[in-house]
Each structure stands twice: as structure tokens, then as C-alpha cells.
């Protein structure tokens, strides 16, 4: 509560700041008004305290941007009766657009750079099917509703039907569309990572464009039906295609030339994403192309044509919040409320229809496709959120279609305004949805439930968290520039060679042991679905259950020796991983072999400085030290006492030779996570094994009573909630024991670097003893334990293969039993029924 309160007063002293600096009139000197800085300014920071109180509550931090907008924006007045709150008027809101251009292209570039071709190509049956359904249920249900209400909506009241079937399509048309920016603001600030987030983000940018191009068939459409003799226009059709086209070209030219300043020139790269923004946004303009389009192929050709992505990701993280919050709050100040207040009505029943169809469109979709249970459910709250882009068109329709035109704009501004704030509370629980979304124990879709829970932790761990350890490595702070220099790009190059080695071994064999989970589940929910549906059938006789029951335990084993087969071939697959290994070692040694031999660098003032805590050596050192230098200055005024840093061995000492080990550790982690999710993998199974064995117990001791059924549904749903339980703890067990291997191997790197930055401080000093370090030794010492890593993996590759035997042979038994079980108990109730025939004759 106290820091709610803080944060308003705040705001109460920007906005008194504010009539402060308003009441001395400042006048312009230059071409920029001082009122719009001022402005500007108050925006940034009145809108960041207003979003980080909403946050507090759990509410998108956009909101606040937008409400800062609406209350001190120009339109103010109409539901405060009062403009003494107005910061933004027209003026201000006009010299600021440059503000929102550049933004849009921010939000595009960044879209862009979520779209991976291999991601497109996974989910591109789910997008097409949710663009497609979207399209047809939104233009029929929009359309219909547009027709049942014209005789309530003035503008429509008595209108030919022509002129209502022309603001219906229309209407559709805008009802179609989803905010990328403001999709991309909540995702960021929820830092939503994931199948879920990356197919609404994916399939909003594709529909942007489906929009635009309806939008230029629509309007064709709407003309020749409006006016009379008006044919339908294939000229407008045919040059909306031709400025999509130059505008992809465009754009892809544009990734291109990012591309090659990273990769030939990598300075300043804060600078150049802006002024590469700027350009690109202005060139767009001046030539009409569509902007959006042009910087989304940008960021798609960055992301997928070249290594350079993360290095563009980050300037543009910067630059996202301050330009975020005021592209938000001048949309907030620009929402025009006389216009939301004359077409509320129809906006309203808009806003309506438009939800229900998006659910109806999504939720078809996803079970169609296949989609996950969590995107079935709360996929379709992603794309309820309308901004920018629909605004504009909105504009667009108004000058195509004078009068109609103006109207539906108005609709427009109304639905934006509703969507505008819905929108990004409801994707956020939509986020929260589908992280915490469970698999609940009565659930007739049991199955769907757990794979979709387990499936979110796998898409997961295909991003990798920045990890604490991350942190730990030492900055370089020396007094020679040319050390500092040489020192970062050791730092940025062993980053580079962690992230790849993290990537392509420990996230990847990580994945594979979250897989592994969910083929377990898989084989768990389908059975425990079977056994549920028998225990609820009327009728079904104890001898009957117990037959089934044995029945599963034969199909649980069968699934389990299939999964041993399975995870022998996979296991083996480990061995291709060795030249990933090799290369770590040779990327060490590679980094080392191109450094500087020597560095003579100022003696620091330190080592002059008398401390009585010096050893008598260190004494006698440091004043030599001082002596020699005061005679020295007598000859040469500019002389100063150097000291000498054998660079290169150093490096390769610390980092060639004291990182090998640590490397070996890492390794063998990986080898022990592995095992360690096989023997869970067994430890479900011996689990599963036992609850049906007191299941079975349970049908023999309860044969007589009536109510068994019921005794087997309560003890098998107690079973089902432990395994969902197990399962659930092992899922979170991988995913931490992958983040703690991460936190190692940047350990393994950066404790050398560290001890050799520290080795750097006291090099050419009376503290440094360079006989102790062996530099012939360093390459032989590497090599040695690298061929260690090599047969610690191929050791593992056995000794995963002698378990899964062990546990093959183990499943086998069970299943003989169960088999010959099954088969006696089948002959008894055969005995059993011909006896009672008899009995009956």
C-alpha cells in the first residue's frame, strides 16, 4: 500500500512539475517546442510510476500507459468535466507521431525476429486453419449481427441493404485483426517464452497482412455497392499487391544491410538499430510501402539468415520501454471519446459478437490442428487485443468512403477503445492460463491435460533462462585500454562458445529427457482413461475387472519394453555429440592461440603505497620500487614504472588448462541427469505396477460386495492424483537439474577466468611467482582430459544400455505374469459360466 501511495505522489509532483514549467511560459528558440519536451518527458515518467502500480495488482503495466494518455490527454474533459488535467493537446499529440512511427517499426523488427522457420513450419496447419476459420465465422457472424441491429443504429436506420451489407463487410474486416504491439508488450513484461505465446504472436502477424489485403478487397466491394454504375475496381487490388511485394523486397534488403554491418563492422550498435530505424521508417513513407511489413521481413531475415540476432535483440530491448510507453500513452491521449460515446452501441455489440467469434474460430482450430489442451482453452484471449494498424485503416475507410466512411470510423475508435484495455488484461491470464494449467484427476480428457502440462515444460526449456551464474565473471577494470579491450572479446567469445556448447548438448539432451516424460504419460493416461470408463460401466462384475486389470498391466508392460527399445537407439544417438565435445576444447585453445605474447602496462599506485601488513619482502620490493622511479624522473619527467604480463600463457593456463576439468565435471552432470530420469522412468513403472497389484487385491477381497466399483473408482482416483503428482514432480526435477548443469558449465568457464584476471592484477610483482606455473604442460594436460570427456560419454552410452536391459528384463517378468494370470482367470469365468448353464439344464 505504501508504495502505491509513493508512486501516485509521484505522479502528483510530475504533473505539478508540469503546471510549474507551463505557468513560466517557456518559449521556443529552436524548431522543437518546449511544450511537447515537457510533454514528452512527463509522459516517460508519469506512465512508467503509473505501470509499475498496476503491475503491483497484476495488471498489464500497458494499462497504465494508456489511462496516463486518457486522463491528461485532450479529450479529458468529457469524462472529468474539467481540462485543467490536459498535458497533451492536438499539437503535441501531432509533433509526437514521429515517436509513433518509429515505434511501429520497433514493434515490427521485434515481431519479425520471433518468427523462426522452423517454428512456421510446425505450427503453419494451426495458423492457417485459425486464420481461415477467423475469416469466415467473423465476416458471417459480424455481418448478420450488423443487419439484425441497423434499425437501432442511427446511421444504418432505414439504410438500403446495400449500404448495411457494406459496413458489415467492413466491420468484419477490422474485426479480424490483432494488436502485434500490444501482444509483444504483454508477453515481454509477463516474459511469456513457448509454443503458446509464439503461435498467437506468429498467427497475429500473418493475419496483419490477410487484413490489409481484405481491407483493399472489401473497400472495392463497399464502393461499387454504395455507388451506383461503380464497378468493381481490380487496379486498387492489383497495386496493394504490388506495394506488398516492394515492401517485402524492401525489407528483406534491409535485414540484409543489419546483417552485413554485424558481421563486418559490430560498433555502436545502440546508435545504428536507431538510425537504421529511423531511415528505414522514413524511406517506407516516402516511397508508400507498408511499414509493418517491411520491418517484420527485416526481422525475419535477421532471425534466420545469419548468427546476428541476439546482437540486435538487445539495443532493441533498450529502446523498447521508453518508446513502448509513449507510443501507448499518446494512443491513450489520441482516443477520440466523442466519437467512442456516439457509436457505443454498436461497438459494443461489435466488441461481443467479435469475442465469441474469435473463441468459436481459435477453439475449432486448435482441436482440428491438435493443438495443445492449454491453447484450446485460452489461445483464443490472445487475439482480442486491436491498437494501431486498425486505427489507421479505420482513417483509410473514412477518406475511401465519405460520410459511411466517417461513421464506421467511429465504430472503429469505440471497438479499439474496448479492445484496447480488455485486451491486454485478458492475454495476460491467458499467459497465466497456460502456465499453471494442471491436469485435474475427474477429467474425462485426463490425458490431454497432463501431455499439454508436460509439452509447456518441454517448449520451455527450448529458451534457455539467463542464468545467476552468467553473472559471476569478473569485468576488467585495468589502466591499459588495449588489455581491457583484449580481455572483453576473450569474455564475449567464451560466451559465445557457452551458449552454443549449452544449446546444442545440455538443453538438448534436456529436452530429450522431458520427452521421455511425456511418453510415459502418454502410455499412463491412455490406460488409466480405459480402466476409469470400466469401472463406471453398470454391471461389470469383480472377476470381469480383475481381468481387465491384469489386461492393463499387460499393455503397461508392452508400452514399457517398447519405450526400453526406444531409449536404447536414442541413447546411442549420444555418441554423435563427441565432435561437439572436440570442439569446446579446440575453441579454448583457438581463443588463446591469437592473443598478444606480452603486455607492459603503468605500475598501478598501489603497488608504490607503503601498508604495514607487507611482508618484509614486499617492503623492501616496493621501495626499490619508488627509488628507482624518483631517479629515473630526475633524467625523464614523463617516465613511469611498467610492469610485464605474459599474456598468452597466462590465458592458456587458465583457460586451456585449468578449465578442462571443470568441463569433465559438466559432462559427466549431464550423463548423471540422464540416468537419473531412467531411474524415475523405472520408478514410475514399479509404481504403476504396484497400485494395479492393490487394485487387483482389492476386486479379489471385495468380489461379494456390491458397491466394488465404487471402492476401485475412489482407491483409483487417489492412484491417479499420486502418479499425476510423480509425474509432475519429475517434469520440475529435469527442468531444475538442466538450469543447475547451466549454472555449472558457466562456473567451469568463468572460475579460470576470474583466477586469471586476478594472476593479471599481481603479474610483474613481488607477489606473482611465475615458476610455479607449468606452461609446457598446459596443451598435454587439455588433451588428456579431453579424451576423458570422450570415454566418460561412450562409458555412459554402456552403462544407460546395461540398465535399460536390466529393466527390459524386469518388465518382461511382470508381463509373463500378467499374461498367464490373465489367461487363468479367463478359463475360470469360462468354467464358471458353463457350470451354471449346467446347473441351469
Sequence with gaps: MIAVLRRLIIISLLFGIFLFIQFVQVDAAAGINPKTLIAFGFAILASFTLGEILSIIKLPRVIGYLLIGMIFGPYSYIFLTTDILRVFNFSTLDNLSLVNGVTLSVIALTAGMELKIEGIKKSAKAISLIILLKVFI???????SVFAVSSFIPFLSGADW?????????????????SIELTLVVAEEA?????????????????????????????????????????????????????LLFSIIFGAAWGGLIILYLKYINRELLIFIIAIIVFGTEITTILHLETLVAFITAGFVIQNFSKHADDVHHPLQKLALPIFITFFTVAGASLNFISVSNAILLGGIIFIVRAFAIWLSVSTASKISKETVDFKKFGWLGFLSIGGLILGLGIVIAERLPGLGDEL???????????????????????????????????????????????SIADSKKVKPKPKEELIFKEPQFNDERLNKSLYNILFRINKVLKDFEHRFIYYRGEQSVELIVHVTERYTEEYGRLRQIFLTPGTTAQEIKIKILEAKKVFAKGFIDLCEERKRIEKNILALEPLIDEIFYSLVDITDGLQNEYLIKMEPDWFEKNDDDSWRGKYWKYKLRAIE????????????????????????????ESASEILE????????????????????????????????????????????????????????????????????????????????????????????????????????????RYSKIFGKSESIKNKALDSIRFWVNYYDGFLGLFEKEVYI????????????????????????????
Excluded: C, M, W
Excluded at 467473423?138 to 448478420?144: G, S
Excluded at 446495400?162 to 490483432?178: E, F, P, Q, Y
Excluded at 617516465?639 to 604480463?645: A, D, G, L, T, V
Excluded at 505374469?817 to 441351469?840: C, T
Design 814 to 841: 511382470n508381463k509373463l505374469n500378467s499374461e498367464l494370470n490373465e489367461v487363468v482367470n479367463i478359463s475360470l469365468v469360462n468354467i464358471s459360466a458353463e457350470i451354471n448353464n449346467n446347473l441351469r439344464l
Design 162 to 178: 446495400r449500404i448495411i451489407l457494406a459496413a458489415g463487410l467492413i466491420l468484419s474486416v477490422v474485426s479480424i485483426g490483432t
Design 138 to 144: 467473423v465476416f458471417v457472424l459480424i455481418t448478420t
Design 191 to 243: 516474459k511469456a517464452k513457448g509454443k503458446f505465446i509464439d503461435l498467437i504472436l506468429s498467427t497475429a502477424i500473418v493475419k496483419d497482412v490477410v487484413v490489409i489485403l481484405l481491407l483493399a478487397v472489401v473497400l472495392t466491394i463497399s464502393t461499387s455497392l454504395i455507388t451506383p454504375g461503380a464497378g468493381f475496381d481490380i487496379n486498387l487490388i492489383f497495386d496493394l499487391g504490388k506495394e
Design 409 to 455: 470510423k467511429n465504430v472503429i475508435t469505440a471497438l479499439v477503445a474496448l479492445n484496447i484495455f480488455l485486451g491486454p488484461v485478458l492475454l495476460k491470464i491467458g499467459l497465466a492460463k497456460s502456465k499453471t494449467f494442471e491436469p485435474i484427476a475427474d477429467d474425462d480428457k485426463n490425458k490431454e491435460t497432463i501431455s499439454a502440462s508436460i509439452e
Design 630 to 657: 624518483k631517479i629515473q624522473k630526475l633524467f625523464e619527467k614523463k617516465y613511469f614504472s611498467k610492469r610485464k604480463i605474459s599474456y598468452r600463457n597466462l590465458a592458456k593456463y587458465y583457460l586451456v588448462g
Design 666 to 773: 559438466t559432462v559427466n552432470l549431464v550423463g548423471s541427469e540422464r540416468l537419473t530420469t531412467l531411474r524415475k522412468t523405472k520408478s514410475i513403472y514399479e509404481d504403476i505396477t504396484k497400485y494395479l497389484d492393490e487394485l487387483e487385491q482389492i476386486t479379489i477381497n471385495e468380489k461379494d460386495t456390491p458397491a466394488v466399483a465404487i471402492i476401485l473408482i475412489d482407491r483409483l482416483t487417489e492412484v491417479h492424483q499420486q502418479i499425476v503428482n510423480e509425474l509432475s514432480i519429475y517434469s520440475n526435477e529435469i527442468n531444475r537439474t538442466t538450469d543447475e548443469i547451466t549454472g555449472r558449465l558457466y562456473y567451469a568457464l568463468a572460475s579460470p577466468f576470474n583466477r586469471f584476471i586476478d594472476a593479471i592484477k599481481i603479474a610483474g610483482t613481488y607477489k606473482f611467482d611465475d615458476r610455479k606455473f
